[in-house]
Structure formats: C-alpha cells, structure tokens
C-alpha cells in the first residue's frame, strides 16, 4: 500500500488540502539504520542533557505493513510520512502538507510524542558505513496539551526548553550507507544500564515498549 492509497482513504472534506498538497509534494527515500531503545546510567543521562537538540511533535497512525507519521517541527513544516519495510531497508514517502493542515491530525487525538530529537556524527563509526546518529528522548507530560497554532506550539516548546522531564527509555537509531556492524550496543556515545532491540522478539520486552509508546510518554 503506497501513500497515494493512504491518501484515498482521508476524509476529502476534512483534509482535501491535506490531499492535494501531498500529492504535489510527495519524495521517496531509503532508510537503512541500526534502533534500539536504551535506558542511560544517571551519568548517562546528564551526557544527554548537556547535547543540543531539536523538538518536535509526531502524530502517529498504523496502517496495514507499516506506519503514517505527520511530523510538526518548530521551523513551521509539517510533513506527512508513510514508512514501509523492504528486504534491505525502510521506503519512506514524504510529503510536506503545510504546519495547520497538519495540526489537524494532532487534534483528532491521534497517538502522538513530544520529541527531544539529539543528532550526532558518528565519528570513527563512519568507516564502517555511519552516517549520523538520531537519539530520541521523550517529554512525559501530563494530558493532552491544547495546541491551536503553530504559535501555540512554538511557546509549548519554549516552556519545556529547559525541562528534563523525560521517559527512562530512549531511543536511539545509527543511519547507515551499509550493515557493517553486528549490534550498537558496545558502540554507543552514552552510558546505559539497559538495552533492548528496536524491535525485540521476545514478549516481554515487547509489552515494556508497546506500553512505554503507547501510554506513558503519550501526549
């Protein structure tokens, strides 16, 4: 099922500018990365908050083998992804549909995280393939914030500039050009005290991230 499926599917009334946009904008792109969810050391922790990172806000809605995301970012873009897997990677469809239009799927009351987002080089790790790494921490915060705007979301974000209210996992993604390494867990840039894949086999570690994700840093 590709994006122009999913599209078929909206609510033309509702987001008939949400559709054409898309259509209009749509880009293609392969992901290949290392994820896996980790719980840092308190010495990790403060290594985390003295990094600079970008906030933004991911509305999350699971469709049939795979996943549509709408990301809402503080420089005013709003993006609507579909991902699906392929054998040696991720396909991502892309399309920039414009911060109000959507702002609209953060109202209806989709799963949706606050995101604290850390990006660094991967430094000797580049030599077998790295190309950056994506440290995801999560805001807990409590409810639902009302979010209208893009203003309305600009002064959310500055009111948690400094906050480090976060959940205990983290999640942490290596974007690779080649699979080269056998696991990131020995290479990671933070102390952690725990790990567990980014998509783990075992039921266990599955329901401690199905309800991490999707309850207790849920927005």
């Known amino acids: 099922m590709g994006l122009f499926d999913i599209l078929k599917n909206l609510d033309e009334q509702q987001e008939k500018e949400v559709i054409t946009v898309a259509r209009e904008s749509i880009s293609t792109e392969k992901e290949r990365e290392y994820c896996m969810w980790v719980k840092p050391t308190e010495e990790g922790w403060q290594w985390l908050f003295g990094q600079t990172g970008e906030t933004f806000l991911d509305v999350i809605m699971p469709v049939v083998n795979g996943k549509r995301r709408v990301r809402l970012s503080t420089d005013k873009t709003a993006v609507l992804t579909l991902k699906r897997q392929a054998s040696d990677g991720r ?84 974007e690779v050009e080649r699979f080269e390494l056998t696991s990131i867990k020995d290479v990671l840039p933070f102390a952690v005290e725990d790990a567990i894949p980014g998509n783990p086999s075992d039921a266990e570690s599955q329901l401690v991230i199905s309800n991490y994700w999707d309850n207790e840093t849920r927005i």
Request: proline residues 2%; glycine residues 10%.
């Open 91 to 174: 396909i991502e469809e892309n399309s920039d549909i414009g911060f109000a239009s959507g702002l609209t799927f953060y109202e209806d009351g989709n799963l949706a995280h606050l995101v604290r987002r850390i990006k660094l080089e991967p430094g000797e790790l580049a030599e077998q393939g790295a190309k950056h790494w994506d440290i995801d921490l999560f805001f807990k915060l409590a409810g639902h914030p009302v979010i209208e705007s893009q203003a309305g979301f600009e002064d959310l974000v500055n009111e948690l500039r400094d906050s480090t209210t976060f959940g205990e996992w983290v999640k942490v993604e290596l």
